[in-house]
């Protein structure tokens, strides 16, 4: 990452521009109050910060924030990075959505290392019939042998352990279950549900509207934030888990849409 000189006409310490873009690479997105409460600084002061960003090209402005963008489109870290982040979190919403199946029950597990973790807890559970088109959850996680796992087919995903395309998309418009556990990029409250990858969200918006009941599973970190590409808005949403490190006010922007909030 190459360091930033002094900027001509405005008084923006090169140091903080540097420590403002590495926080949002490592994240993908970052919304403006988490930037100001990380470099201690008013709000006014991350958003100039941000317009010189933007007007180098290194990120891309979005409401409430910005997002990490490289070779003109959304930064998105790859799977094995995805799995070490918010770990412990995503195991305790794991456990949550794990309790909501019964031996028996059909769902799809939507691509995603909260999802995976989703798989894990639900392991013991009996006689289930489990979608999935994420290859590490239809073959990493070790599911009772009463369990039916189905994958859907498509192309593979490079460094993601996904298929996508259109062979996935049309197996997933032929089938009908119980609970979809729905992961996500990012999440705003007026923009809904967003992702970086263009196929992905396609399948996604597909599985919502396959699924009786839709279970939003994603860490706080991924809230007050918006990608590049819409999947739903909050109201095709039916439950929310996540972890109680979620702002305040935000939450509070979500129950508006969600009435069934759970925070673990």
């Known amino acids: 990452m190459a360091a930033y000189e002094a900027v001509s006409g405005a008084d923006i310490p090169a140091e903080r521009l540097n420590k403002i873009l590495a926080y949002i690479e490592e994240r993908g997105s970052a919304n403006i109050n988490e930037l100001a409460a990380d470099q201690r600084v008013s709000e006014s002061t991350i958003r100039r910060d941000l317009g010189i960003l933007v007007n180098e090209g290194r990120v891309q402005r979005t409401h409430g924030g910005a997002i990490w963008i490289r070779h003109s489109s959304s930064y998105e ?16 919403i794991g456990v949550c959505c794990a309790e909501m199946i019964q031996d028996g029950d059909t769902l799809f597990l939507d691509s995603g290392t909260t999802t995976f973790q989703v798989g894990a807890a639900l392991a013991a559970k009996k006689n289930l019939t489990v979608f999935t088109y994420d290859l590490a959850i239809a073959t990493m996680i070790g599911f009772d042998a009463s369990t039916k796992v189905v994958v859907t087919g498509g192309v593979k995903r490079e460094d993601y352990n996904v298929v996508v395309g259109p062979i996935a998309e049309d197996f997933i418009g032929r089938i009908r279950f119980g609970t979809l556990f729905l992961s996500a990029d990012a999440i705003d409250a007026e923009f809904g549900i967003s992702n970086t990858d263009l196929p992905e969200a396609s399948i996604k918006s597909k599985l919502c509207r396959s699924a009786k009941r839709v279970v939003l599973a994603a860490d706080s970190s991924k809230y007050g934030k918006v990608a590049m590409i819409k999947v739903c808005g909050l109201d095709a949403v039916d439950c929310v888990v996540t972890d109680s490190g979620l702002d305040a006010e935000l939450r509070s922007q979500m129950e508006r849409y969600v009435k069934d909030f759970r925070v673990v």
């Open 77 to 92: 870290h790859i799977y094995s990075e995805k799995m070490l982040f918010c770990i412990e979190q995503k195991k305790r």
